[in-house]
């Protein structure tokens, strides 16, 4: 039976139309999840020379995989729903019975799809999902309740559903000499955080702007004053307000949340500069202690999402503290959607090996500045360095060329930071202004 | 130790204004709760013959009891939180640890007013609640995701963050001839409520208004461009549409979510015509089926909020609909605060024993016309129908007398419906236009 596998974005609902110029490019990671016999349905068609390149990497028939793309020309309205869409998928299917949905971000649009297609009971979480719990599996808000609410540590803070409620937050934090960091219910990868701060000299990793504030108390009303409705995308959503710990590690613990099991993906680290710049996978050399505290949080999170309902992949996002004592580990937000790096591990998984957290580090970033994708294949057989299943090393291109800003992401598969550094000083850098 | 009572309504997040004005009035059924020593903290002084009334009745040592009230004035911002209100509270606490925090509304100022009174533990639940949890815990949009989630029955519906997707659930079951109910996220008693029809002669309970469209069609964009920013107040929340099932009863099971046990507080049936009226605890003639699908269903959405980390009263509402086989019974909220039910099952064990619903009815009124709450007490007594803790019969009134529209809310404790219904026309009603 095919598998069902869907190249969604989150929703307007969640983040408006952060993204959604770049959605076919974006959409592509889905392929890193490909099997024999699978139907696809895209946004836009994808790069065949990338389709060619994955398949071949992960030994998948390319003739097997049916992909579907709606019909050209911009149209009003979710896309997944249109029912051009849905008659073309249910074409691809032609009448075999889905085995599984597996969507980038699972919400009650897929459910809609699955189920014109008698096929709603494939998706992973459909009753949850089909009930708005898109809106509760992405926020950053009820992340806080749910976390709160299992004892897992968290920065100092909280939800804000009005300004007031902000106000005295921010106003408590600063006048204590700690910056703030507000962060967009549902934006991801930073492009929703700002700091607050009253010093010039804070260096700010996580957050796409830095913001200097005379003092704590009257500035501050002026910036909510001026940012309120951008922070709640129009009073849509909720803002949450946390201390902002400067030169802290943010790492990650993935998981599959199933009916039984929960399984781990992958954990790592994630290097912002200043937004999302790039990841290691496992986090480079982090005590037991730190791997045990963030395993059992985010297991906790997962066993609390499942009760719920939710079934699919659960991202538990935390901050590593050094302070005075023992460093901390505070969470900070988690994800349940095919995040940043599941594609990341999942095809480390598939050309390292299930087990190549042991020996390997994958490294991944997010721009290599090429002049094409056929160009950065030709650089990385020309220095030998595309990836080697002989060697478990080598560079993994991630996506397609993007052609605004002309990168490619990509992966280092190598035995440590260090090795991986050394890879990456071979790939051909365009000169950049 | 003394324990802390607080008399506060949903917060402005949740229903804005609503219910604002009579605050003073509504919050007096806090005082149902009274033990000896409790400090209340109360929006308004409350009415000294109602507090006498009550205390009587109860038991309760007036003397021991401390109430707080906010100074007198109107002032901008969150009662709860006012400085001076904080101050007078300590004060009335003396040095005293706080034994337990009971809220009428728990939320995030309950626990920040606990936290500056060094109390915070003492509310159940603090973690969740103090993280916005309370917008999750009164959320209808949230049950239906967890409901769904944990396979309880639900009307046909979902839950709408835009009105393109409130369109096509609306016009789906329009089409098929069945009449919808939209409600906004957070109001309570059926104030928040709409119903659509295409047919003239429906008959609605559990809605402020019906609405009759010309089609399923056009005429349901209509409606929605017009009512949007009223049922999202603003665009702040979701909204729920649901298929509205016609002549069916509202019943609810509530309980006590607590770190081990789960309690059952009560069940009953709501009436309403065509908002909250009246109500029986329990429910009369249940079926023995009817009943335990309500319990399992009830016990199964306290475990979910449980895991999620609130703690206190769970009320899961649902409807009991009479189709062409066996009844249904399919949930349609829940409530995470104190409900217009909890005070009346609590006199009703206070007065008539825990166990009062093995021989007893409690039928709860919101409205008896008279000139004042003297008279109606001097009524009850001349009628020789006060309540009777010999017989475990007669009237309980259930708040002080409200003036506009001049009415005082009773409970009649009696044997069953005939008898209660008995008591009621024994009860002088002024003249009603």
Redo the contacts between chains.
């Keep these: 039976m095919p598998r069902l596998l869907i190249g969604n974005r989150p929703?307007?609902?969640l983040v408006g139309t952060w993204g959604k110029a770049a959605m076919g490019w974006w959409a592509q990671r889905l392929l890193w999840f490909v099997r024999d016999g699978d139907v696809l349905v895209l946004p836009e068609a994808p790069d065949e020379s990338f389709l060619s390149y994955v398949t071949e990497l992960t030994s998948t028939d390319r003739a097997s995989l049916t992909v579907v793309i709606p019909a050209a020309g911009n149209r009003p309205?979710?896309w997944l729903?249109d029912p051009e869409l849905t008659h073309l998928t249910r074409q691809a299917l032609a009448g075999r019975p889905v085995d599984e949905v597996f969507a980038l971000c699972p919400n009650?649009a897929v459910v809609e799809l699955a189920r014109s297609l008698g096929a709603e009971s494939a998706v992973p979480?459909h009753?949850?999902l089909?009930?708005?719990?898109a809106?509760?599996a992405d926020s950053k808000?009820?992340f806080?309740?749910?976390?709160?609410?299992?004892?897992l540590p968290?920065p100092d803070g909280?939800?804000?559903?009005?300004p007031?409620?902000a106000y005295?937050l921010i106003t408590r934090l600063l006048a204590d000499n700690r910056p703030v960091i507000l962060k967009k219910e549902f934006l991801a990868a930073g492009n929703g955080n700002e700091v607050l701060t009253l010093t010039k000299d804070l260096r700010v990793n996580g957050a796409g702007r830095t913001v200097l504030l005379g003092d704590a108390h009257d500035a501050v009303r002026v910036y909510l004053n001026e940012r309120w409705d951008w922070l709640t995308e129009?009073?849509?959503h909720?803002v949450i307000v946390e201390e902002y710990h400067p030169g802290s590690r943010g790492v990650f613990a993935e998981f599959w949340v199933g009916d039984e099991e929960i399984e781990l993906g992958g954990q790592g680290e994630m290097v912002a500069e200043p937004v999302a710049d790039h990841s290691y996978l496992p986090a480079p050399d982090l005590t037991a202690e730190q791997e045990r505290a963030l395993m059992v949080g985010g297991r906790k999170l997962c066993?609390?999402l499942r009760?719920?309902?939710?079934r699919g992949v659960l991202s538990a996002d935390a901050i590593i503290v050094e302070g005075a004592g023992t460093p901390e580990v505070f969470f900070t937000e988690y994800n349940g959607l095919v995040t940043g790096s599941t594609h990341v591990y999942h095809l480390g998984k598939r050309l390292a090996g299930a087990d190549y957290a042991r020996d390997r580090l994958l490294a991944e970033y997010v721009s290599w500045h090429v002049p094409s994708f056929a160009e950065a294949l030709r650089h990385l057989e020309s220095e030998g360095i595309a990836y080697d299943p002989a060697t478990r090393t080598g560079v993994v291109l991630l996506n397609s060329w993007r052609d605004n800003p002309g990168v490619v992401p990509y992966c280092l598969i190598a035995e440590n930071v260090e090795a991986a550094e050394r890879l990456k000083e071979r790939l051909k850098q365009d000169p950049r202004p």
Tied chains: 1, 2.
């Design positions: 929703s307007n609902d309205g979710q729903l009650e979480g009753g949850f089909d009930q708005g719990g809106l509760i808000a009820v806080r309740s749910l976390a709160a609410g299992s004892g968290l909280g939800v804000c559903a009005n007031e409620g005295r129009g009073r849509r909720r066993e609390v009760a719920m309902g939710y």
